[in-house]
């Protein structure tokens, strides 16, 4: 069983000059998911040459996350962030911006809504990892009634592949990423690290 976590963040909902702290979880309703583990697909190897700025802000906003559990870093992956481009649109365009069903995707995800406000790739990974704070490692638990699943999905050691991609939609200044990774993380009962 494999769960997946969901952020959205609203300026709407914010004090204006405390809009960072205004982060709404969206709860269980969209959170756990049941997946078959699948079979371990070899990565492809990183394309050589310089990534793209955003590309490369969201592998190092990761990577640091990583190492600061001594966790090996992600490698960028132009194939996922292709997939992820691709949802992030479809989502933009059929489904009015909302959160992707990712409950049959074979690659782990994280997704963010942000709203009334522009979040850069750094800011964004930054939102996941603040779920930090309500994981234990000692016993692989979170805090009663928070979720801990997109900061253990950035952590997830046997994750060797990332790809992400955001579209901005119309409606009030929306902006919804996703971040794939491969291979998938957060088997429920097991340690990220
Ligand atoms: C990703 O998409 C770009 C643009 O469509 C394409 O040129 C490239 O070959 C794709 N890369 C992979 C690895 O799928
Ligand atoms: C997501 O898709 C799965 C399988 O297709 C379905 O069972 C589930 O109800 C969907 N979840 C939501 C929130 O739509
Ligand atoms: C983490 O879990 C361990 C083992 O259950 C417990 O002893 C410890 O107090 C917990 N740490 C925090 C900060 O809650």
Known sequence: MRATFFHR???????????????????????AVQAIRPAVTTPSPTPTGILPAASQEYLDAHNEA????????LRWSQALANQSS????????KMACEFANLSNSKYGGNQMIA???VMSPRAIVEDWVEEKRFYNHTDNSCAPNKQCGAYTQVVWKTSMEL????????????????????PPGNFVGESPY
Not at 19 to 29: E, G, K, P
Not at 86 to 93: A, F, G, N
Request: with cysteine; aromatic share 6%; net charge positive.
């Open 163 to 182: 790809g992400c991609a955001q579209a901005t939609c119309v409606k009030s200044k929306t902006s919804l990423t996703i971040c794939f990774y491969n």
């Open 86 to 93: 691709r949802l992030v649109r479809y989502q933009r365009d």
């Open 9 to 31: 963040v609203s300026e709407a909902l914010a004090m204006p000059q405390l809009a960072f702290l205004c982060l709404i979880l969206l709860a269980a309703s969209h959170g």
């Open 115 to 117: 709203t009334g406000q």
């Open 66 to 73: 990583r190492a600061e559990v001594g966790v090996g870093p």
